[in-house]
């Protein structure tokens, strides 16, 4: 089962006994702020689990798979993910720390 906005709401009242309109609110802001950080094109570090970063991808050739031309893919940006070494070492059933 997929982690979901909605469950990390029911959890955040389930551990916290705040009202639900208040959780949503919680789990909103948290997203709203990584979000405006990495739009400003800074990392987002969440001690203990990961951080967030924006990779800059430069202009490059491609190929049109439907009609086998070339093309220039424009540059972007990508958001990826790095896990922390803690949470690494949990999912790979160490002990928590």
């Known amino acids: 089962m997929a982690l979901t906005k909605q469950s990390l709401v029911e959890a ?3 551990r916290t ?3 639900k309109n208040k959780a949503m609110e919680t ?3 948290i997203i709203d702020i990584i979000k405006g950080t990495l739009a400003t094109g800074e990392d987002a570090l969440i001690s203990g689990f990961g951080k967030f970063q ?3 991808k430069g202009e490059r050739r491609g190929r049109n798979p439907a009609t086998g031309g070339d ?7 990508l958001v990826t993910f790095k896990v922390s070494g803690k949470l690494r070492k949990r999912v790979n059933g160490g002990p928590p720390e």
Do not use: A, H, Y
């Not at 093309?71 to 940006?77: E, Q």
């Open 12 to 14: 955040i009242q389930n």
């Open 17 to 19: 006994g705040l009202p």
């Open 27 to 29: 789990v909103g802001s």
């Open 54 to 56: 924006i990779k800059e």
């Open 71 to 77: 093309l220039i893919l424009r540059s972007r940006r």
